[in-house]
T-cell receptor, first 113, second 114 residues
Framework: DSGVTQTPKHLITATGQRVTLRCSPRSGDLSVYWYQQSLDQGLQFLIQYYNGEERAKGNILERFSAQQFPDLHSELNLSSLELGDSALYFC????????????FGSGTRLTVV | DAKTTQPPSMDCAEGRAANLPCNHSTISGNEYVYWYRQIHSQGPQYIIHGLKNNETNEMASLIITEDRKSSTLILPHATLRDTAVYYCIVRGLNSGGSNYKLTFGKGTLLTVNP
């Protein structure tokens, strides 16, 4: 157990639907990062939150949004789902300062049918 | 962040040392070298990082050349469970002092053979 909890582990949904992925960071970590990993794209950075505020944005589609709540858990919302959104979605967290590594969760496997 | 170049794949015999190279010739003075690995479909796992000195922990050793343009991750006694994709990442720190995103490349698929 890495300390980063992602739910659900698996999700199957239909095109056009909306889903929410949840991430609880490791205790004490203020930064949360979301990554998408599809077969042909590798690990793609989506977005970072730090203590509730958006800090960095990557290749995140407009149909996707995220937020970090006061208790520091984060949610990634994916809407108007397309077949191509099928992927593994990873959340990672890190400490506020210092240069230690990120801790990744075990991911949510999203399948859009 | 500086770009890195890694071989797409490598093989290693079980019990032998695995030496994974990484080229980062455009690295700047305040950028660190990080190594992560990802075992099939699991979340990436942090291994080690360094700035200019060689580093060692319970998992691996990191050797950074004096000019910092390349580095080598060493797994001293590879096991079958070390079969994974290994990512070399160069990362700086943004001006605000908070942590900065990691950019993953394609990495090296290390296959440890019995």
């Amino acid at each position: 157990d890495s300390g980063v909890t992602q739910t659900p582990k698996h999700l199957i949904t239909a095109t056009g639907q909306r889903v929410t992925l949840r991430c609880s960071p490791r205790s004490g970590d203020l930064s949360v990062y979301w990554y998408q990993q599809s077969l042909d794209q590798g690990l793609q950075f989506l977005i970072q939150y730090y203590n509730g505020e958006e800090r960095a944005k990557g290749n995140i589609l407009e149909r996707f949004s995220a937020q970090q709540f006061p208790d520091l858990h984060s949610e990634l919302n994916l809407s108007s789902l397309e077949l191509g959104d099928s992927a593994l979605y990873f959340c990672a967290s890190s400490v506020v300062t210092g240069f230690g590594g990120y801790t990744f969760g075990s991911g949510t496997r999203l399948t859009v049918v | 962040d500086a770009k890195t170049t890694q071989p797409p794949s490598m093989d290693c015999a079980e019990g032998r040392a695995a030496n994974l190279p990484c080229n980062h010739s455009t690295i700047s003075g305040n950028e660190y070298v990080y190594w992560y690995r990802q075992i099939h479909s699991q979340g990436p796992q942090y291994i080690i990082h360094g700035l200019k000195n060689n580093e060692t922990n319970e998992m691996a050793s990191l050797i950074i050349t004096e000019d910092r343009k390349s580095s080598t991750l060493i797994l001293p006694h590879a096991t079958l469970r070390d079969t994974a994709v290994y990512y070399c990442i160069v990362r700086g720190l943004n001006s605000g002092g908070s942590n900065y995103k990691l950019t993953f490349g394609k990495g090296t698929l290390l296959t440890v053979n019995p």
